[in-house]
């Protein structure tokens, strides 16, 4: 029997459709690309080598590490975007992804909700404020003090632009001279005595603090942390109006991924950091598992999104 075009144009969707939910059905097939939008041996990159290592475990196929650091993230996330929405190339970022490149970049080219396929919310560190040793301060009103006295000496490095860092000085009343770095460099920055000071995850920090390179003046949240104990908080400090400012990171793919292989995926990254090797692994670098799934990830971007915003609005910020 002869179909009309408009049959068969029926029919060959019908097999598209089949053969894209087989697709999805049998997913994972091939090698898994991840792309972390920060350098390598940096703490992202780390942690993810951790849970992906588990995750194969299960799935029974490797995943390839990318690192393309830089631009506050932008380039990790213009290399994801540009590749297929097949499941086969995700993104492990940071909540600066999310919150602080769209505020500083002007025309990004991306929406932190809108552009991506949402996976899983994987984890968060606590973040502190560190000042080199050398720094002849022993508490953060100290520190204070000395900016205050001598406007423009002393610096902070970051991890491209952090807002948080600007909410901060706002908040405290003090000015540091702002040093912008790609990933782990901010780190070495301070901890060799070029940069005075940083906004930095406990995880990255932690090991300097122990070896006396740096010391760690305030944990920028309501509680103190179990990772660094005597820390006092930005609350106990007098700091309230400073909201919490954590590193949290995010699993993400392109726009258009097929929900079933989130849902595979969501799930084969909560059953990792369930697991009790990876939740021991992540607590030796301070990091804390959570492992929910897309509706936790976009509620954490849509909550912070906002805090961001106004922060930026507060500071004046313009993008560039």
């Known amino acids: 029997m002869k179909l009309t075009p408009i049959?068969?144009?029926?029919?060959?969707?019908?097999?598209?459709?089949?053969?894209?939910?087989?697709?999805?059905?049998?997913?994972?097939?091939?090698?898994?690309?991840?792309?972390?939008?920060?350098?390598?041996?940096?703490?992202?990159?780390?942690?993810?080598?951790?849970?992906?290592?588990?995750?194969?475990?299960?799935?029974?196929?490797?995943?390839?590490?990318?690192?393309?650091?830089?631009?506050?993230?932008?380039?990790?996330?213009?290399?994801?975007?540009?590749?297929?929405?097949?499941?086969?190339?995700?993104m492990m970022t940071s909540s600066a992804t999310f919150h602080t490149a769209p505020l500083v970049v002007k025309n990004p080219g991306y929406d932190p909700l809108e552009s991506f396929s949402l996976i899983s919310y994987i984890a968060y560190t606590p973040?502190?404020?560190?000042?080199?040793?050398?720094?002849?301060?022993?508490?953060?009103?100290?520190?204070?003090?000395?900016?205050?006295?001598?406007?423009?000496?002393?610096?902070?490095?970051?991890?491209?632009?952090?807002?948080?860092?600007?909410?901060?000085?706002?908040?405290?009343?003090?000015?540091?001279?702002?040093?912008?770095?790609?990933g782990v460099e901010a780190v070495n920055a301070?901890?060799?005595?070029?940069?005075d000071s940083m906004f930095d995850g406990v995880f990255t920090a932690l090991p300097y603090l122990k070896q006396g390179k740096t010391r760690a003046l305030a944990v920028m949240q309501d509680k103190r942390t179990r990772f660094a104990p005597d820390v006092p908080t930005v609350t106990e400090l007098g700091y309230k109006n400073m909201p919490n400012v954590p590193i949290w990171y995010g699993l993400v793919g392109p726009k258009g991924v097929d929900p079933k292989i989130i849902d595979k995926l969501a799930n084969e990254f909560k059953i990792a950091m369930q697991s009790p090797e990876v939740i021991e692994k992540l607590a030796n670098l301070s990091v804390e598992s959570v492992g929910a799934g897309p509706d936790a990830l976009r509620e954490q971007i849509v909550i912070e999104y906002g805090q961001y915003k106004k922060i930026a609005e507060e500071i004046g910020l313009q993008p560039e």
Do not use: W
Not at 154 to 173: E, M, N, P
Not at 190 to 195: M, Q
């Open 7 to 90: 049959l068969a144009c029926l029919a060959t969707g019908l097999i598209a459709v089949t053969a894209h939910a087989q697709s999805a059905d049998k997913y994972p097939e091939r090698p898994i690309r991840i792309i972390i939008p920060y350098q390598a041996g940096g703490g992202t990159d780390v942690m993810t080598r951790i849970i992906v290592e588990k995750v194969r475990e299960r799935t029974k196929q490797p995943f390839i590490i990318d690192t393309k650091p830089g631009a506050n993230t932008l380039i990790g996330v213009k290399a994801l975007l540009a590749s297929p929405a097949d499941g086969y190339t995700l």
């Open 127 to 182: 973040v502190v404020f560190v000042i080199n040793s050398a720094v002849k301060a022993n508490n953060l009103k100290e520190f204070i003090g000395l900016a205050k006295a001598e406007p423009g000496k002393y610096s902070i490095g970051t991890y491209g632009r952090q807002l948080g860092s600007d909410l901060f000085q706002k908040v405290a009343g003090f000015k540091l001279n702002s040093v912008p770095y790609k």
């Open 190 to 195: 301070v901890v060799a005595g070029h940069t």
